[in-house]
């Protein structure tokens, strides 16, 4: 199961899906204006049903330290991200105004969504991508906090109340009830229900995911910046793995908290900073440069980073 060739099988269809979305938008099928729409379905809708899916009478989130500690590793990880890609544009000879704070926004921001989430299922299965939907809340704090002060120079203040959405509510909620022992009373229909819907977040998610990232290729040249693109995969996918798999070898960290760091030791940076880049003044093909360069290098390196993360860290 960890060997390069079935790993590589795994990760593979994620990215097809993204090219799907890819080649949906050229071809015409998703419209710009469907994009928003369909996010908000996935966001609102679809994530919060997989949530409670996943997390209703799981026995691994009974535990306090699944609770507790995965949001502070989460949030530690991301910021320690930022400090890397801030400091390595500065390397670099970025300064403020010319994508410096882009950079390390983008690199700071691993993918802790669409990716891990098949993956942690069908690698570890229900408690270990339970434990992931806990970590994730320390991923939005983390964004709306540090990150916030990073992309726009703004106070902490200004981006705290978007970390509470739907995704965050729905985790809280269904650890609430998971801790209570409500979520063994769920009545069958409902979470039947729950698993249909959650069961579309991921797939339309890299789709919408795939759309977003099409009207940046139709200037590849642009998004060819080779001291971007080669800073960004170094950060990203070559340097802060170590930190996250140190971690998770060397802290006492529950099984479940390992198997998920391992997973994100490898990702790729997110969607995000795209997004966030445009409404926050700062520099979206840096963004671009980052997220597509992250991304077709994580193709190939990912497999390798999970085999020899689940062998080191000894998970």
Known sequence: MTD???LL???APVFAMIAAGVFARWRGWLQPEAEGSLLKIVVNVLFPCLVFRSTLGNEALLEPRNVVIPPLMAFA???AGFFAGFHGGRLLGMRRGTGLRTFAFAVGIYNYGYIPIPLVERLFGADALAVLFVHNIGCELAIWTIGIMVIAGASWREG??????????????AVTLNAIGVGERVPEPLMTAFGSLGACA?????LVIGATLYEFLHAPRELLDTRVVLS????????????FLAAARWLPLSLELKQVMVIQAAMPAGIMPLVLARHFGGQPITAAQVILGTTAVGLLVLPWWIRFGLAWVGV
């Open 4 to 6: 390069y060739p079935t």
């Open 77 to 79: 990880t991301m910021s």
């Open 160 to 173: 705290w109340k978007r970390a509470i959405n739907a995704p965050a509510i729905s985790i809280l909620m």
């Open 232 to 243: 960004s995969v170094l950060l990203r996918l070559g340097i802060l793995p170590v930190l």
């Open 202 to 206: 991921v797939p339309l998610g890299l």
């Open 9 to 11: 099988a795994l990760v």
